[in-house]
């Protein structure tokens, strides 16, 4: 199992940019695949960006984040990090890293992610 453990969410201006982190620990070393999900009441969780755990380096990123958002990874720290600039409002939404082991499929099918964290608040204001 593997623990999840998000951060840098809060509230900002659109236009302005955040930079969320999460900390992974535990069985790291079976993760092929780390993604950030967001979700707000009454929708379903879409993927937003996902980033290969380890080797080469491959990511996917939804349409709507395309230009703004980076996903990136440090392993000697175990900890992904997306990027968010050009915050819209419609970027706000709660945040969850989460991890994969399975290859193959969508990159952003939230089912194939098997270790969630708790999530962090991304409140962007107009």
């Known amino acids: 199992q593997v623990q999840l453990v998000e951060s840098g969410g809060g509230s900002v201006q659109a236009g302005g940019s955040l930079r969320l982190s999460c900390a992974a620990s535990?069985?790291?070393?079976?993760?092929?695949?780390m993604g950030w999900f967001r979700q707000t009441p009454g929708k379903e969780r879409e993927g937003v960006a996902t980033?290969?755990?380890?080797?080469?380096?491959?990511?996917y990123y939804a349409d709507s984040v395309k230009g703004r958002f980076t996903i990136s990874r440090d392993n000697a720290e175990n900890t992904v990090y997306l990027q968010m600039n050009s915050l819209k409002s419609e970027d706000t939404a709660m945040y969850y890293c989460a991890a994969r082991r399975r290859f193959g499929g969508r990159w952003d099918d939230s089912a194939a992610f098997t270790d969630w964290g708790m999530g962090t608040q991304v409140t962007i204001s107009s």
């Open positions: 980033i290969s755990a380890s080797g080469f380096l491959a990511t």
């Open positions: 535990g069985n790291t070393s079976s993760v092929n695949w």
